[in-house]
């Protein structure tokens, strides 16, 4: 156990076990014991349910697994020898290699000896006599700190529907977001994948090139773009090389935490062969252009969004050569980019194999699972007989990694119930009633909705920030006011209303999850004004928190 008196102002008794718990050693978690230990000098201890570090990268090694963002600005920017000299081989980071690379990272600046693995925390109690939290892990073990920290990522909370005998069935069973260790053989292997999500369009084309048999259970059909993969060109990469301060700038300060940005002229005021123009060099391109950096209207009027979806309609109709199939994998019923967009790498042109299937579960959905197979709710018992079930559905996101921890604050209030409609936050980074917890890029922040690097980074260093304030002031405990909290609730809800976003039934939505309230959950003011808002926020003498110590419980 460590012992950090002096950074509490303690003189004997020691009060805590460490400055700060972090929960999680993703990216987050390992720049937030970075920054705490290495740059603030305080002590800090990470606990990690997994067996490494890596985060969404450790549980996530389905086929196809990679991050769809570019792989110049997929790392930290903070150090910019650790960004100069990491050579990524592929314009979009594999899974392996993003591992590898936060391997790296915490080797580079000592982290793991600060990290235990294997242990999930269950449990973290606000104790307001002493200005600690309590957390418990399920090895048992209590520690108490001063700051908790959840770094916990946005999607690791897996989501398996519960499909009636779903424990029945005899042959393999895989989640996407759950893949084990071992290399997994479909070879000769009847697969059955269920969705068609960003995992799923992944895996898709790599099982198919294994499976005697593949069927796909296709729920709602997504606008899936081309990623147009492939090592990055030398001159390409000398220029970024040459401009790592230029790119540092230019995401930190951009909507979504990549170079891409939105058209002046909208999609409404531009003809068909406009539209055409400039989007079929960002559909060759590959990539997230035509979603983050083309029209910005079509977030916002149907009319304009209908004129984007006729151009990806088309294409998808380019592609696949059964017109049937064509059909039914054209979204319908929800606007284009209110869905998180998946990259494929030959999805589309998988269902060209005369062995890959594609069965519609919207209009005849999954009855049940059987020991050997699927059946569908009119079929008349008749059966999808498979050696393996793939479960590509997702996650409980955003909120569900968090709500998964008993979290008590003052009072003895649990989190989770008071984020019962929906979360409550300040920034997306505190909550009142919390003292001294920080959730890193949590929900009502820009979060999923960015480069989450760029927005890890930003928050981890807003969370010092605030914490060196807290020891600048003499004080025990920073916490956002109800005013405040209330205000960024009401400005989220009011950022979404004129969007599209809410017509959708999206995981950003919690659609995804039966009973879970129907409240978007990503702030919408994208990242570099949102970064701006907090830099704002400090410069305004830390507005909407307040500090407070065990004898004089609140100043301003
Ligand atoms: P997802 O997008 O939530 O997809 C889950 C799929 O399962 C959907 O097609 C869903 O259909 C289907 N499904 C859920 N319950 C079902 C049921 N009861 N019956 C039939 N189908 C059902 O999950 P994901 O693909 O794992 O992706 C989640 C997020 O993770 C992505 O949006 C992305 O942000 C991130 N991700 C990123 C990458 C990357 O960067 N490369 C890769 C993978 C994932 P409905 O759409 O009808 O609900």
């Known amino acids: 156990m460590t012992v950090n008196q002096h950074a509490l102002g303690t003189t004997a008794e020691p009060t805590v076990d460490v400055d700060a718990v972090i929960i999680g050693a993703g990216f987050s978690g390992l720049y937030m014991l970075h920054r705490l230990r290495n740059t603030m000098g305080l002590t800090g201890r990470v606990f990690e349910a997994g067996g490494g570090v890596g985060g969404t990268w450790y549980w996530n090694r389905y086929p196809g697994a990679r991050s769809d963002s570019d792989s110049y600005v997929y790392g930290f920017t903070f150090d910019e020898d650790l960004w100069r000299e990491w050579e990524w081989s592929e314009r979009y980071p594999e899974q392996h290699e993003i591992r590898a690379?936060?391997?790296?990272?915490?080797?580079?600046?000592?982290?793991y000896r600060d990290i235990t693995f294997d242990t999930r925390i269950t449990g973290a109690s606000f104790d307001e006599a002493r200005n600690t939290w309590a957390v418990t892990t399920d090895a048992g073990e209590t520690v108490s700190a001063r700051y908790l920290v959840t770094a916990v990522g946005a999607l690791s909370s897996s989501n398996t529907p519960p499909f009636k005998n779903i424990d029945s069935f005899q042959g393999e069973t895989y989640h996407t977001g759950l893949w084990p260790h071992e290399e997994v053989d479909f070879t000769g292997k009847r697969v059955?994948?269920?969705?068609?999500?960003?995992?799923?369009?992944?895996?898709?084309?790599?099982?198919?090139?294994?499976?005697?048999?593949?069927?796909?259970?296709?729920?709602?059909?997504?606008?899936?773009?081309?990623?147009?993969?492939?090592?990055?060109?030398?001159?390409?990469?000398?220029?970024?090389?040459?401009?790592?301060?230029?790119?540092?700038?230019?995401?930190?300060?951009?909507?979504?935490?990549?170079?891409?940005?939105?058209?002046?002229?909208?999609?409404?005021?531009?003809?068909?062969?406009?539209?055409?123009?400039?989007?079929?060099?960002?559909?060759?391109?590959?990539?997230?252009?035509?979603?983050?950096?083309?029209?910005?209207?079509?977030?916002?009027?149907?009319?304009?969004?209908?004129?984007?979806?006729?151009?990806?309609?088309?294409?998808?109709?380019?592609?696949?050569?059964?017109?049937?199939?064509?059909?039914?994998?054209?979204?319908?019923?929800?606007?284009?980019?209110?869905?998180?967009?998946?990259?494929?790498?030959?999805?589309?042109?998988?269902?060209?194999?005369?062995?890959?299937?594609?069965?519609?579960?919207?209009?005849?959905?999954?009855?049940?699972?059987?020991?050997?197979?699927?059946?569908?709710?009119?079929?008349?018992?008749?059966?999808?007989?498979?050696?393996?079930i793939v479960y590509a559905t997702g996650f409980d996101a955003m909120t569900g990694p968090m709500n998964k921890i008993a979290i008590r604050g003052r009072g003895g209030q649990l989190l989770r119930e008071k984020w019962d409609e929906g979360p409550r936050t300040y920034l997306g980074l505190t909550s009142a009633g919390f003292p001294n917890l920080f959730t890193i890029t949590g929900p009502q922040s820009p979060s999923v909705l960015s480069n989450m690097p760029v927005s890890i980074e930003q928050h981890v260093d807003l969370v010092v920030k605030i914490i060196g304030e807290v020891r600048e002031r003499g004080a025990e405990t920073v916490e956002a006011t109800r005013e405040a909290e209330d205000a960024w609730v009401v400005h989220n809800a009011e950022l979404v209303?004129?969007?599209?976003?809410?017509?959708?039934?999206?995981?950003?939505?919690?659609?995804?999850?039966?009973?879970?309230?129907?409240?978007?959950?990503?702030?919408?003011?994208?990242?570099?004004?949102?970064?701006?808002?907090?830099?704002?926020?400090?410069?305004?003498?830390?507005?909407?928190?307040?500090?407070?110590?065990?004898?004089?419980?609140?100043?301003?």
């Open 192 to 388: 059955g994948v269920i969705g068609t999500g960003a995992s799923a369009v992944q895996a898709i084309p790599l099982i198919a090139k294994e499976a005697s048999d593949l069927t796909v259970f296709q729920r709602t059909a997504n606008y899936v773009i081309p990623a147009n993969n492939g090592p990055p060109g030398v001159v390409v990469k000398k220029a970024r090389l040459d401009d790592y301060a230029g790119i540092r700038e230019r995401i930190q300060r951009s909507y979504f935490g990549f170079e891409l940005n939105l058209l002046e002229k909208g999609a409404l005021e531009s003809t068909d062969e406009e539209i055409h123009q400039e989007l079929m060099p960002r559909w060759e391109e590959g990539g997230f252009g035509i979603w983050l950096g083309s029209y910005v209207d079509m977030f916002f009027n149907d009319e304009a969004n209908a004129k984007v979806r006729k151009f990806l309609h088309d294409r998808i109709r380019e592609k696949v050569d059964d017109p049937e199939t064509a059909e039914l994998l054209i979204p319908k019923g929800y606007p284009f980019g209110v869905k998180r967009n998946p990259l494929d790498s030959g999805y589309f042109e998988t269902f060209n194999e005369p062995h890959v299937h594609l069965v519609d579960v919207k209009s005849n959905p999954i009855a049940e699972i059987t020991p050997t197979g699927v059946t569908l709710e009119d079929e008349d018992g008749s059966e999808y007989g498979f050696d393996a």
């Open 101 to 111: 690379y936060l391997e790296h990272v915490a080797q580079r600046f000592d982290l």
């Open 497 to 556: 209303k004129p969007t599209l976003f809410e017509t959708a039934d999206t995981w950003y939505m919690g659609a995804n999850i039966p009973g879970k309230p129907r409240v978007f959950m990503p702030n919408l003011s994208f990242v570099g004004p949102y970064r701006a808002k907090c830099d704002e926020v400090v410069a305004n003498d830390y507005e909407g928190f307040t500090f407070g110590t065990s004898k004089q419980e609140a100043t301003a």
